[in-house]
């Protein structure tokens, strides 16, 4: 099933009937999360079902208690089931006691209404809960198999806002529309029978002024369409910019953007805001509006009384009547204007779910089988799926890593290096061409078990506001403490880990920002180090490390691809010096393939660049990136 999108300009032109009609969908797509709790669904509607009896029957038991106090209404003797072994009452001889006990009637059905409405909330709420806590789940494990291309397009406070907001209105619009519409309707079915067997005339006479206060409910129910809408849409912004404003707080604070982003914050709430107000105020209106017209009622009340002589049993009980009817009639028009509001939301979240995830598992895929680790990239061309990519990242490319070896690759920035890690590890589906490892395609194994096999470590490094313990662990979820300690000592962390006063269940902060840069990559090397993938993705960093800390981190990286296939870009010419192969890459494609000494002895491109360090460094290692990157042309003869 699918939910298409109805934008606010469509909302807010439709006649109440069409947006029924099109909200139907997504109540049913709602609805379908309701079966596994069906039963206490089910008894949360009778429990509302028997609170509007009870209400009906608040007006019967009005009516024949009131009279035995005033014994001048015209009212008959009260006569009890033979059962009950009770005398008689007679209007105006009751005695105290029988005053008590008949009076204490109404609060006990109170009391009863009262619990069945209570049951009703409760259940209604239990069910709620679970039926969000089930959107929300599925929401946002639909999310993260979403393809990179997708958060790449995505604004990630949107996404925030979409599962936790969004679908907390739509679950109201569940269980509080659902729930309404059973319990008030027959409320104000039952008042009405009770209130018609106790004075049809009357009743009629009262309820001429009924359909007019509808008017206010349909009239602002059609203006609170689009501004409940646009307040989500503006809740949306706001969660952007304050998800920037948090995430990218060093930027913020180092260029004293503060005040800047106090700015935007604020208006994106004002706007917000503006929405809010709009959509409470149409809703506020409705009661007032609703009261006003309702007490046009009361005259003709009065008028009926005085006209037909009525007497005051049954003049009270027709006025606790009619007020019994006023709450469900005044939650009914609510309920309109809840579920206009529910339907953007609704809508939204059903459109996420609905999007299918760019790259699937092939239906018979099979788990990946690794005995050496070979690559085998085939003819890879790749162009990046937005709207401005003029020209392929990567263009008929193929490369042959054996196993256990290591290849270099070397280029500018943006000559489609990191590309190529993506497109092995199936982040990304090449438009030609294909990728194999160990002589399968990796497009006919699970992803699961591709990326199971391949370990990453790269300059931006990303750990989780966690211990330092379930960082590493996050490697392989299911490694005991011991290989935990055993990972961190062979990244050479493990000394400054027991230094902490907490040890491995120190917490880090958010993006681990209370360690080191050189820190911050240990871990992410122990983190690999414990994977014990059989093929090492690296990407290393250009990023300034002070010298020493560097050639730790260099050897402890030297150590890791000891016999493992790795594919590193590379920055460092040591590193390019120990490749079996080096592949130099310009604009996507293949410009020099060789080992570092026939590369070198080809004068070419690379031999350029071997120079140029040289030439402008006398020795001493700087980054290639350094070279290659910025600011200098090393495709200048
Ligand atoms: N998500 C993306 N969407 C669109 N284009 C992209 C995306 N990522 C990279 N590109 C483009 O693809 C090309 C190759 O980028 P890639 O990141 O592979 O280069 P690189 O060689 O790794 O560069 P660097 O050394 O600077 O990291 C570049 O022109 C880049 O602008």
């Not at 409320?187 to 005339?201: E, H, K, P």
């Not at 085939?378 to 392929?392: A, E, G, L, V």
Request: a positive charge; charged letters at 20%; one cysteine or more.
């Amino acid at each position: 099933m699918s939910s298409k999108k109805i934008s606010r300009k469509d909302i807010a032109k439709m006649s109440l009937r069409d947006f029924l009609r099109a909200s139907r969908e997504p109540y049913m797509r709602l609805a379908s999360y309701l079966k596994p709790y069906r039963g206490r669904f089910l008894l949360g509607m009778l429990c509302g079902a028997l609170f509007g009896v009870a209400n009906g029957g608040l007006v019967f038991l009005i009516r024949k208690v009131v009279p035995l106090i005033f014994p001048d209404d015209g009212s008959h003797t009260l006569k009890f089931p033979a059962w009950m072994h009770l005398a008689p009452i007679t209007p105006g001889h009751a005695t105290l006691t029988q005053v008590i006990l008949v009076s204490a009637t109404i609060p006990a059905l109170m009391l009863v209404r009262g619990v069945f409405s209570y049951s009703n909330a409760y259940c209604m709420l239990w069910v709620s809960q679970h039926v969000l806590d089930d959107i929300r789940q599925s929401l946002f494990r639909h999310l993260l198999s979403q393809s990179l291309e997708f958060f790449n397009r995505a604004k990630s406070g949107e996404l925030v806002q979409t599962v936790f907001n969004q679908t907390r209105v739509a679950q109201q619009a569940l269980t509080q529309i659902a729930g309404d519409l059973v319990k008030q309707p027959i409320a104000i079915i039952s008042g009405l029978v009770a209130l018609f067997a106790t004075d049809a005339r009357f009743t009629l006479f009262a309820f001429t002024v009924f359909p007019l206060c509808l008017i206010p409910v349909l009239v602002i129910g059609k203006k609170v369409r689009s501004a409940g809408a646009k307040e989500e849409e503006e809740a949306g912004q706001l969660m952007v910019v304050m998800q920037e404003a948090f995430a990218g707080v060093r930027v913020v604070k180092t260029h004293a953007r503060e005040e800047y982003e106090s700015e935007r914050f604020n208006k994106a709430n004002l706007e917000m805001l503006k929405f809010a107000m709009r959509w409470r105020k149409a809703q506020e209106l409705v009661t007032p509006a609703v009261e006003t017209v309702a007490s046009l009622g009361i005259i003709a009340a009065l008028i009926y009384a005085y006209r037909f002589h009525l007497d005051y049993g049954r003049f009270t009980a027709l006025n606790a009547g009619l007020v019994l009817l006023y709450d469900p009639a005044k939650t009914l028009g609510r309920v309109n204007i809840l579920m206009q509001k529910c339907l953007a939301a609704t809508t939204k979240v059903f459109v996420l779910i609905d999007r299918p995830p760019a790259i699937n598992d092939a239906p018979n895929a099979k788990p990946l089988a690794v005995s050496q680790g070979g690559i085998r990239f085939q003819d890879i061309t790749f162009t990046y799926p937005t709207k401005d990519s003029i020209r392929p990242a990567v263009q008929g490319l193929s490369i042959e890593v054996p196993p256990g070896t290591t290849c270099a690759l070397v280029g500018a920035t943006g000559a489609g290096k990191s590309t190529l890690f993506w497109l092995l590890q199936r982040l990304y589906e090449p438009s030609a061409g294909r990728i194999f490892i160990d002589g399968q395609n990796i497009d006919s194994v699970t992803q699961s078990s591709l990326r199971e096999h391949i370990a990453m470590v790269n300059q931006d490094t990303f750990l989780f506001h966690d211990t330092i313990a379930a960082n590493i662990r996050y490697g392989r979820l299911d490694a005991t403490q011991a290989e935990i300690e055993e990972a961190a000592r062979r990244a050479h962390i493990h000394d400054f880990i027991i230094s902490r006063e907490n040890g491995y269940q120190t917490v880090i902060g958010d993006r681990g920002c209370q360690l080191s840069g050189g820190q911050q990559q240990r871990l992410c090397i122990a983190r690999a180090f414990l994977k014990d993938a059989p093929i090492l993705l690296l990407d290393e960093a250009t990023s300034a490390l002070d010298s020493e800390t560097e050639k730790y981190i260099q050897e402890d990286l030297e150590k890791l691809a000891r016999g493992r296939t790795v594919l590193a870009i590379a920055h460092r010419l040591s590193t390019i010096q120990r490749a079996d192969q080096i592949v130099v890459l310009e604009n996507g494609e293949i410009k020099e393939v060789g080992t570092h000494a026939e590369l070198f002895a080809k004068s070419g491109y690379y031999r350029r660049l071997y120079d140029l360090q040289f030439n402008r460094h006398h020795g001493g290692e700087v980054p290639l990136a350094e070279l290659a990157g910025v600011g200098v042309d090393v495709t200048a003869p």
